[in-house]
């Protein structure tokens, strides 16, 4: 009879104590015996089996060796019952009845038990790749900003700051704008009283620095301005700009225009060309804008790889516009009560979205403001 209680299990299933899954198990295993012995000891192996399982595949042929519909050892011996005599019957009977339901709450402890272990292997498989925390970054701009900093502070500049919120003076007057000259129309401004606005341009930093220092000067001035523009894909109503000067005795254009030379080589490479062409500001005399070749075509204008269709970046020209020099103009020096006959010096001026926007081909200058992470994280 034993043997036939035992049928279906295979001698090579691995074997546990049944213990660690039931709490009970010794207790509800050793009410079984008295009833029926032969059960009890073929219960206590059924139940090593099945708490040996090692997956679930096995756990579910472990479980159906005892108690499946058809084949199960348990089963089959319920429907041997009515062949027995009556008072072994009843024993026998209640004896299996209760393996069954032993067995059956077993089995649902090794099942949930299996089910945990794969999820804390999930959980800690070293070989899954590790989640990398989120982490920021420099905004372009600023980027771009410490780039610059960084080169002028190798030819000697260092940083001056000045308020964002200026007198008409300061941003206008003093630069050499007199009042109602067409000069002021060019920059859009931002009133808060009659005498006190945005700053249009980094250049009042030149003023405030001069009037507390006395030569020789070697500054740059980096910060945000403002324009009452109309805004669209190439002008927005604040931008960014880096103004630098240098004041001594007997500075000249050649020395603007080794610095000027020195500055677009490191920002835009050693091969580019540059060219000084003039132009009007009232704070400078000469005035001139500086073009660097254009980093897209390499200043041909057309671009060979695409059947040299024309550069869309520099129109065709082969130059682009990056910034606006000059040597400082005497009525300026006067303002700030250095002699113009005793100090010489030069100036420049760029814009910082228009480095940005040329060198990585930025098309909407909006975006610098949209704090649009899918933006942002590919500088
Ligand atoms: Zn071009």
Redesign the pocket.
Known sequence: MTDLLLAGIDPGWSKADPASLLEDWRERLSRLEPLDAEVAAATATHGEVIAGAGDPAALTLAHAAALGRERGALTRALGELPNLPLERRKTRGRALNEAKRLLSDLEAAKRLALERAAENRAGLDVTIPGRRPWVGRRHVLGQIFDELLDLFHGLGYSVYTSPEIEHDEYNFGKLNFPPDHPARDAHDTYFVSDQILLRTHTSPGWVRAMEERRPPLRLVFPGRVYRAEQVDASHMDQFHQIDGLYVDRDVSMADLKSTLNTFARSLYGGSVRTRLVPIYFPFVEPGAQMDVS?V??GGS?RLEREGRRR?S??KGS?WLEVLGAGLVHPNVFRAVGYDPEQWTGFAFGMGIERIAMLRYGIPEIRLFLENDVRFLRQF
């Open positions: 254009c897209i075509c204008g550069c970046v520099c082969g």
